[in-house]
C-alpha cells in the first residue's frame, strides 16, 4: 500500500523534482533508519507485553511531541492541540488502568 502511494505521489512530482544533495540523501536515510529502528522495537514491546499497556505507554509520544516542539523549534501549541493532547493521555491511563483492573481484580 505505501509502496503503490509513493509511486503515485512520485508521478505527481515528476515536473518539479530536484535530486537530493549528498548531504540531504545521508539525512533521508538516516530518518529511514531510525523509522524502521522505531518500528522494530515497537514491535518488540508489543510480543512482550499486553497491547493496551504499550498502546496506552504510546500515547506519551503526544506529549514528547509538544516538548519538543516548544524546545527545538519555539512553537507554542494552540488551545485545541493542549486540549486534544490531554484527551488523548487520559484515554491511555484510562485503557491502562481498566486493563490492569482486569487482569489483577481485588481481593475484596
Excluded at 510480543?47 to 505507554?57: F, G, N, Y
Excluded at 514528547?64 to 486534544?84: A, C, D, K, Q, R
Amino acid at each position: 500500500f505505501t509502496f503503490l502511494l509513493c509511486l503515485i505521489s512520485g508521478l505527481a512530482t515528476l515536473s518539479t523534482f530536484i535530486l537530493p544533495s549528498s548531504r540531504q540523501w545521508l539525512l533521508l536515510f538516516a530518518i529511514a533508519g531510525f523509522a524502521s529502528l522505531g518500528q522494530y522495537l515497537l514491535t518488540k514491546a508489543y510480543s512482550l507485553d499486553h497491547a493496551p499497556t504499550v498502546a496506552a505507554a504510546s500515547y506519551a509520544s503526544v506529549v514528547l511531541s509538544v516538548i519538543y516542539g516548544y524546545l527545538f523549534w519555539n512553537e507554542m501549541p494552540s488551545l485545541s492541540s493542549i486540549l486534544g493532547a490531554l484527551l488523548i493521555v487520559s484515554g491511555g491511563i484510562y485503557l491502562m488502568l481498566t486493563t490492569f483492573r482486569a487482569e489483577y481484580p481485588s481481593s475484596s
